[in-house]
């Protein structure tokens, strides 16, 4: 079983629903990114979405474009960022080696310029288990199949409060996770969610196994119970970058707590 | 309709939007064989627009260059002063037609902005503009032009503060309000429908030259001659020649400072393939695909793109693409203002300039045609300032 299907199915077992944490790598800086991986896992995230800071994030909002800004003014790269994955896989930088499942979050052009496939043979050296990719929609995903299925990296699929007839579509195809948004708009904190993300996923359900977490607008322990209670896991994004934005290169131990009080929402 | 020119086109966005992009391409669809909205749309262009836009012989210009004859396509002379108009009034008729009841739209200079505006206020639409901060101060009277006409102007801060920005931020807003709003694309950018849908909307520009220069001078011209940022303008014109092998089509795009210097916006000259704003296309752009920050004294053509189906012209060696500097941009702009008192757009100077340079070097028989797709009453405290003149206002 891969790290991806292992991380629900370990979730289920024990009734917890899975945590899963952005962060924008090299925010403030590659060391800082390393680190907070390292606490959050120890704080319970199941599985990792790891942001490639990109010049033009159309579908974020504020607090993660700035993230994306930070981590580009240190000159944060995707080879940064791989190289990184591999220092956490090989337990370079601390005591035991990271063995939640590490997905990168990147707009397509980060991919393309890189080579896709270079991109991607280097992903699965480095032990990066998959991407999503949120301008890559149903209608193009063949630009990713073959690369991502010869080097085994999971192209986790995005389904959306629009996405009606479309859903049922995108889930029988979905591999890794199926993740669910919310509602509409772009990354970031909503005082309530109004959001048919039930029905969404009764709608993934009847076609497949696939798991589903819910993400976009989670940032207190009472959202993510509620979102967890429908869905097999919970993406919190902004809330974490947010901490970060605030405490720079001192973001581990306020993101570590934060992290644990969700996670302990879930149990 | 598959969306794709070659390799370029596309629909790379967010989930969030794709249900939004298939209700528009089934409008579109449907509506571009309705009677009803061609003969709704030909109304407004002609009574409102004031189309037929003239195919006027520069003749003092021909003499002075002493080569090709040179006609202008005077789309400077539409309502709003800029081709702009012509997908405006297409798509806020559409948005109208589907049950919309807000726009949105991206603007560079502010042509794009004003003819949203003004498109809004006679159809009854809620209209908003998106805008980079820096164009907002660079173009400060259109800013006042768009809330006279009842628009909201949002500056927008992010990135660059430029025109590829606020395509960012009016994606980002259509992503959050969908049901009642359309974002009306400005350019032949964007995901698909929207290059296909601007294109077919400025096509009459091509197909306006091609009738009046065969009742001018009996044949077809030798080169079709427009400025080029996402390239509507130029698609526009070029479109109805495109299988008209013996005419050339030449994009200008803007070179700022120099291709070779940092400071510029040539797309086809400098870009690679990339994707962004939901197309794949050419972009200037690093090793690592971060979208360059691009320079040019024209605002309508600061974009780090093109228009997916230039990329494939390109490729296919249709037409060609050449790089005009903000100098030579601005001594055609001074050129055309005196030698026949027209003050052009400083985006279709990048147009005119290239005229210039190959003209003369043509026979007298030869005909170009360039597209005047703006005036430049915009532009003249920005050209002021370049050339160190000192306006009261």
Same mark, same amino acid.
């Given at each position: 079983?891969?790290?991806?299907?292992?991380?629900?199915?370990?979730?289920?077992?024990?009734?917890?629903?899975?945590?899963?944490?952005?962060?924008?790598?090299?925010?403030?800086?590659?060391?800082?990114?390393?680190?907070?991986?390292?606490?959050?896992?120890?704080?319970?995230?199941?599985?990792?979405?790891?942001?490639?800071?990109?010049?033009?994030?159309?579908?974020?909002?504020?607090?993660?474009?700035?993230?994306?800004?930070?981590?580009?003014?240190?000159?944060?790269?995707?080879?940064?960022?791989?190289?990184?994955?591999?220092?956490?896989?090989?337990?370079?930088?601390?005591?035991?080696?990271?063995?939640?499942?590490?997905?990168?979050?990147?707009?397509?052009?980060?991919?393309?310029?890189?080579?896709?496939?270079?991109?991607?043979?280097?992903?699965?050296?480095?032990?990066?288990?998959?991407?999503?990719?949120?301008?890559?929609?149903?209608?193009?995903?063949?630009?990713?199949?073959?690369?991502?299925?010869?080097?085994?990296?999971?192209?986790?699929?995005?389904?959306?409060?629009?996405?009606?007839?479309?859903?049922?579509?995108?889930?029988?195809?979905?591999?890794?996770?199926?993740?669910?948004?919310?509602?509409?708009?772009?990354?970031?904190?909503?005082?309530?969610?109004?959001?048919?993300?039930?029905?969404?996923?009764?709608?993934?359900?009847?076609?497949?196994?696939?798991?589903?977490?819910?993400?976009?607008?989670?940032?207190?322990?009472?959202?993510?119970?509620?979102?967890?209670?429908?869905?097999?896991?919970?993406?919190?994004?902004?809330?974490?970058?947010?901490?970060?934005?605030?405490?720079?290169?001192?973001?581990?131990?306020?993101?570590?707590?934060?992290?644990?009080?969700?996670?302990?929402?879930?149990? | 309709?598959?969306?794709?020119?070659?390799?370029?086109?596309?629909?790379?966005?967010?989930?969030?939007?794709?249900?939004?992009?298939?209700?528009?391409?089934?409008?579109?669809?449907?509506?571009?064989?309705?009677?009803?909205?061609?003969?709704?749309?030909?109304?407004?262009?002609?009574?409102?627009?004031?189309?037929?836009?003239?195919?006027?012989?520069?003749?003092?210009?021909?003499?002075?260059?002493?080569?090709?004859?040179?006609?202008?396509?005077?789309?400077?002379?539409?309502?709003?002063?800029?081709?702009?108009?012509?997908?405006?009034?297409?798509?806020?008729?559409?948005?109208?037609?589907?049950?919309?009841?807000?726009?949105?739209?991206?603007?560079?200079?502010?042509?794009?902005?004003?003819?949203?505006?003004?498109?809004?206020?006679?159809?009854?639409?809620?209209?908003?503009?998106?805008?980079?901060?820096?164009?907002?101060?660079?173009?400060?009277?259109?800013?006042?032009?768009?809330?006279?006409?009842?628009?909201?102007?949002?500056?927008?801060?992010?990135?660059?503060?430029?025109?590829?920005?606020?395509?960012?931020?009016?994606?980002?807003?259509?992503?959050?309000?969908?049901?009642?709003?359309?974002?009306? !694309?400005?350019? @032949?950018?964007?995901?698909?429908? /929207?290059?296909?849908?601007? =294109?077919?909307?400025?096509? *009459?520009?091509?197909? +306006?030259?091609?009738?009046?220069?065969?009742?001018?001078?009996?044949?077809?011209?030798?080169?079709?001659?427009?400025?080029?940022?996402?390239?509507?303008?130029?698609?526009?014109?070029?479109?109805?020649?495109?299988?008209?092998?013996?005419?050339?089509?030449?994009?200008?795009?803007?070179?700022?400072?120099?291709?070779?210097?940092?400071?510029?916006?040539?797309?086809?000259?400098?870009?690679?393939?990339?994707?962004?704003?939901?197309?794949?296309?050419?972009?200037?752009?690093?090793?690592?695909?971060?979208?360059?920050?691009?320079?040019?004294?024209?605002?309508?053509?600061?974009?780090?793109?093109?228009?997916?189906?230039?990329?494939?012209?390109?490729?296919?060696?249709?037409?060609?693409?050449?790089? !005009?500097?903000? @100098?030579?941009?601005?001594?055609? /702009?001074?050129?055309?203002? =005196?030698?026949?008192?027209? *003050?052009?757009?400083? +985006?279709?100077?990048?147009?005119?300039?290239?005229?210039?340079?190959?003209?003369?070097?043509?026979?007298?028989?030869?005909?170009?045609?360039?597209?005047?797709?703006?005036?430049?009453?915009?532009?003249?405290?920005?050209?002021?300032?370049?050339?160190?003149?000192?306006?009261?206002?």
């Amino acid at each position: 079983m891969n790290r991806i299907a292992n991380a629900f199915a370990a979730s289920g077992e024990t009734e917890n629903k899975a945590l899963i944490a952005f962060i924008m790598g090299g925010d403030p800086d590659i060391e800082t990114t390393e680190k907070l991986i390292i606490a959050m896992e120890q704080a319970g995230v199941d599985l990792f979405e790891i942001g490639i800071p990109f010049s033009d994030p159309a579908a974020d909002g504020l607090v993660i474009q700035q993230a994306s800004v930070r981590a580009l003014e240190k000159g944060c790269t995707a080879d940064d960022l791989l190289n990184m994955v591999q220092r956490l896989r090989s337990g370079e930088n601390a005591a035991k080696k990271i063995t939640a499942p590490i997905t990168f979050l990147t707009y397509a052009n980060s991919i393309f310029a890189y080579g896709k496939e270079r991109f991607m043979e280097r992903c699965r050296d480095c032990g990066v288990d998959g991407v999503i990719v949120p301008d890559i929609p149903y209608e193009e995903k063949e630009e990713l199949a073959d690369v991502c299925e010869k080097y085994g990296i999971a192209h986790i699929s995005m389904v959306a409060p629009t996405s009606k007839e479309r859903t049922e579509t995108i889930a029988r195809e979905a591999e890794g996770f199926l993740y669910c948004v919310s509602t509409l708009g772009v990354t970031g904190i909503r005082e309530k969610i109004r959001t048919n993300v039930q029905e969404t996923i009764e709608k993934v359900r009847a076609v497949s196994d696939i798991p589903c977490a819910v993400g976009f607008g989670i940032s207190t322990p009472e959202q993510a119970r509620d979102m967890a209670s429908v869905s097999d896991g919970v993406i919190i994004g902004t809330a974490i970058v947010k901490i970060i934005g605030e405490y720079g290169r001192e973001s581990v131990e306020p993101v570590r707590q934060y992290v644990a009080r969700i996670k302990d929402a879930l149990s | 309709m598959k969306g794709k020119f070659g390799q370029y086109g596309g629909q790379y966005v967010a989930e969030t939007v794709m249900s939004s992009l298939k209700e528009l391409e089934r409008a579109y669809q449907f509506y571009l064989n309705d009677a009803v909205f061609k003969s709704e749309l030909k109304d407004l262009l002609n009574n409102y627009a004031s189309r037929p836009s003239g195919l006027y012989y520069a003749e003092k210009m021909t003499r002075d260059l002493g080569g090709a004859k040179i006609y202008l396509k005077r789309e400077d002379l539409n309502h709003t002063g800029s081709h702009k108009i012509n997908n405006v009034l297409g798509q806020a008729l559409l948005a109208k037609k589907m049950g919309k009841t807000r726009v949105i739209a991206e603007t560079g200079a502010g042509q794009h902005g004003v003819a949203s505006a003004t498109a809004a206020a006679l159809m009854g639409l809620k209209c908003e503009v998106f805008m980079g901060k820096e164009d907002t101060e660079r173009q400060a009277l259109n800013v006042f032009r768009m809330e006279l006409l009842g628009a909201k102007v949002h500056p927008v801060t992010s990135g660059t503060m430029t025109l590829k920005d606020a395509v960012n931020e009016t994606l980002r807003e259509w992503a959050s309000r969908l049901d009642d709003t359309h974002y009306i !694309v400005g350019s @032949a950018v964007g995901p698909h429908p /929207f290059p296909v849908m601007v =294109r077919d909307f400025q096509k *009459i520009i091509g197909e +306006e030259i091609k009738a009046q220069v065969l009742e001018a001078e009996g044949r077809l011209p030798d080169a079709i001659i427009a400025c080029v940022g996402g390239g509507s303008n130029a698609i526009g014109a070029f479109h109805d020649f495109i299988g008209d092998t013996t005419v050339k089509l030449i994009g200008c795009e803007a070179a700022g400072l120099g291709i070779d210097h940092p400071k510029n916006a040539a797309t086809m000259a400098n870009g690679t393939v990339g994707i962004l704003h939901g197309m794949k296309s050419y972009f200037c752009q690093d090793v690592y695909g971060q979208i360059a920050p691009v320079y040019s004294i024209s605002a309508g053509l600061d974009y780090p793109g093109v228009g997916p189906e230039h990329a494939y012209l390109q490729d296919t060696h249709r037409a060609e693409y050449v790089p !005009v500097t903000d @100098a030579e941009a601005v001594d055609a /702009f001074n050129y055309l203002s =005196r030698t026949e008192g027209i *003050i052009p757009a400083i +985006e279709s100077a990048h147009a005119i300039a290239h005229a210039c340079k190959i003209a003369g070097s043509m026979g007298h028989e030869k005909i170009i045609v360039v597209n005047l797709s703006g005036r430049g009453d915009k532009d003249v405290a920005s050209i002021a300032k370049y050339m160190g003149v000192q306006i009261n206002e």
